[in-house]
């Protein structure tokens, strides 16, 4: 995830895809659990799949973040970032998917403008 820059930008080239028709969808250690935010482009805020892709792309892509935040257990970021859910968290995820889901389709049907409306609509 980290170093993905090089291979999405290698099947864009090769299926003569522009970046601003590639949705990048990542986790976000930054977002609350659960939270979604869209944008049609801007900074990676920090996370590193997104700097990769910014150095191939610039900023003009879209991607959904989906928050995973912060454990008040784990200290360490990477053991958030490939840990478990825990069991509450678990029992939330088909509604976060679902939603996410709605907003990949929202994009891809009404475009960037209505997905960031439907997605980052606070619930």
Do not use: C
Not at 12 to 22: E, L, S
Request: proline share 4%; net charge negative.
């Amino acid at each position: 995830m980290n170093l993905s820059g090089q291979p999405v930008q290698g099947l864009a080239t090769f299926y003569k895809v522009a970046p601003d028709r590639i949705l990048i969808v990542v986790d976000d250690l930054d977002l609350p659990f659960g939270r979604l935010r869209m944008r049609a482009g801007g900074s990676s805020g920090g996370h590193n799949g997104l700097k990769s892709l910014i150095e191939v792309f610039g900023e003009g892509f879209p991607r959904l973040r989906i928050g995973i935040g912060r454990s008040l257990e784990e200290f360490d970021a990477i053991d958030r970032v490939l840990g478990d859910f825990s069991e509450a968290e678990r029992q939330e995820l088909p509604a976060i998917v679902d939603r996410a889901v709605g907003g990949v389709e929202t994009w891809l049907t009404q475009g960037v403008t209505q997905a960031m409306n439907l997605v980052n609509a606070k619930e």
